[in-house]
């Protein structure tokens, strides 16, 4: 694997709402807790408890903004984190083209001793 993977940004979007709230973050380029409240079936506190979360680990960045802060995403971060899921793809896709060699090699086997 060419690039190291962030368990904690993994955790981070392994939530279903965590990547629904990027996409909505992304489509209108930025958004707070209760803006993104409006749109999906969470509460408010929950969103920002999700928000501190993509925060936390860089893919989201706030900026106070009256009594709320809005969230952008951060693309570089995303970017990085596309990256590392390409490389864990490359990886396993690697990984089962092996086992398909040696699971033919085997029938091969077997079917040369019948």
Known sequence: MTAT???DLWSAVGDPTRRRMLDL???TGDGTA????EQLPVTRQAIAKHLGVLDRVGLVHATPAGRERRYRV???????AVAQ???VGAA???RLRRIKRIAEAI???KDQQQ
């Open 5 to 7: 993977v962030d368990d």
């Open 25 to 27: 973050l992304l489509a």
């Open 34 to 37: 209760t803006s993104l409240s």
């Open 74 to 80: 951060d693309e570089a971060q995303l970017a990085r």
């Open 85 to 87: 899921l390409s490389s």
């Open 92 to 94: 396993w896709d690697a």
């Open 107 to 109: 029938q091969r086997t």
